[in-house]
């Protein structure tokens, strides 16, 4: 399973505190009302819409935050968000994937740098690290949703590209541009998925011992600590024991 993949499970088994939930409800109120106000408020008719609204009910973002997130990108208020990407390396030459959207260029720039030199890493110019994941849409579904043979007959059959299945689940990759498509046809024969959304899939890793874990996860923390930064990806490798280590740490 790719570095990104087992960083989401680790922050999902572990749980949050109240104010991180509170943090991360923000965030996916922001994509919601970015991909509100760049195109149709209905979810049905504005693919990206449709995606940042699942991912924040597969968060539990109660509805009525959802509600007036699509809400606000109507008014003339709005505020006014870039979507900027940084690339850089992190502890042990960990390549790392920082997606933002700030209303302050200047500020985030200046605070991601800042983090990144913190923290052990570098931050570089955009395409530094870039040519080491491939964009990609990301469905999962539940152990429950089926076994391995199910999904991945129904993965071939909605265009899907591969699926890797485990006790844990079922995570199915499909080319980005077919995200809206491949998850329709996915739920129309398999139910509602756990997560739908397009992330940076690494095409190459670096492995990684507990010690360097533990260093990449006081970056990553420290990234994700900034409210104008979205999500953060990272190409680590690491064994199922360092896994279970960290988790106990």
Known sequence: MAGHSKWANIQHRKGRQDAARSKLFSKLSKEITVAAKM????????????????EAKSNSVPKDVI????????????DSYDEIRYEGYGPNGVAVIVETMTDNRNRTASTVRSTFSKNGGNLGE?????FMFDRKGEITYLPAAGDADTIMMAAIEAGAEDVESSEDGHIIYCADTDLNEVSNALEAELGESESTRLIWKPTTTTELDLDGMQTLMKLVNALEDDDDVQRVT??????????AQLEDS
């Open 39 to 54: 195109g149709d408020p209905d979810p049905e008719k504005n693919p990206r819409l449709r995606l940042a609204v699942k």
């Open 234 to 243: 990272t190409n680590f490798e690491a064994s199922d024991e360092v896994m």
């Open 126 to 130: 955009t395409g530094s690290v870039g």
């Open 67 to 78: 509600d007036r997130a699509i809400k606000k990108s109507q008014g003339g208020d709005a």
